[in-house]
Protein backbone atom coordinates (compact mmCIF):
# COMPACT_ATOMS: atom_id res chain seq x y z
CA UNK A 1 0.00 0.00 0.00
CA UNK A 2 1.64 3.59 -0.97
CA UNK A 3 1.73 6.52 1.20
CA UNK A 4 0.96 9.94 0.21
CA UNK A 5 4.23 11.90 1.71
CA UNK A 6 3.76 15.73 1.59
CA UNK A 7 6.30 18.30 0.23
CA UNK A 8 7.93 20.25 3.08
CA UNK A 9 7.71 17.59 5.46
CA UNK A 10 10.49 15.10 7.35
CA UNK A 11 9.34 12.64 5.54
CA UNK A 12 9.19 14.06 2.27
CA UNK A 13 13.49 15.59 2.87
CA UNK A 14 14.47 11.82 3.55
CA UNK A 15 12.91 10.64 0.14
CA UNK A 16 14.74 13.67 -1.43
CA UNK A 17 18.08 12.50 -0.07
CA UNK A 18 17.13 9.14 -0.08
CA UNK A 19 16.57 9.90 -3.90
CA UNK A 20 19.68 11.91 -4.33
CA UNK A 21 22.30 9.49 -2.74
CA UNK A 22 21.06 6.64 -5.66
CA UNK A 23 21.75 9.34 -7.77
CA UNK A 24 18.01 10.01 -8.91
CA UNK A 25 15.63 12.64 -8.73
CA UNK A 26 12.83 12.66 -7.05
CA UNK A 27 9.91 13.10 -8.64
CA UNK A 28 8.00 16.81 -8.63
CA UNK A 29 5.61 17.58 -6.21
CA UNK A 30 2.02 16.69 -7.68
CA UNK A 31 -1.67 17.70 -5.87
CA UNK A 32 -3.68 14.61 -5.80
CA UNK A 33 -7.63 15.01 -5.45
CA UNK A 34 -8.48 14.09 -1.75
CA UNK A 35 -4.80 15.36 -0.19
CA UNK A 36 -4.28 18.26 1.32
CA UNK A 37 -1.12 20.00 0.00
CA UNK A 38 1.54 18.85 -2.81
CA UNK A 39 3.58 15.63 -2.44
CA UNK A 40 4.01 12.31 -3.84
CA UNK A 41 2.80 8.59 -3.31
CA UNK A 42 5.96 6.19 -1.76
CA UNK A 43 6.12 2.97 -0.45
CA UNK A 44 6.71 4.22 3.28
CA UNK A 45 6.32 7.20 5.33
CA UNK A 46 10.45 7.03 5.32
CA UNK A 47 12.69 5.13 3.18
CA UNK A 48 15.23 2.07 4.26
CA UNK A 49 17.76 4.37 4.43
CA UNK A 50 16.28 7.29 7.00
CA UNK A 51 15.28 4.54 9.21
CA UNK A 52 18.74 2.98 9.40
CA UNK A 53 20.62 6.30 10.33
CA UNK A 54 18.10 6.51 12.62
CA UNK A 55 19.28 3.81 14.27
CA UNK A 56 22.91 4.53 14.01
Given at each position: MKVFVQDGT???D???RDFE???KR???PQQFKGEKGFGWWFDSLFPATA???QAS
Amino acid sequence: MKVFVQDGTAAWDAWRRDFEARGKRIPSPQQFKGEKGFGWWFDSLFPATALVSQAS
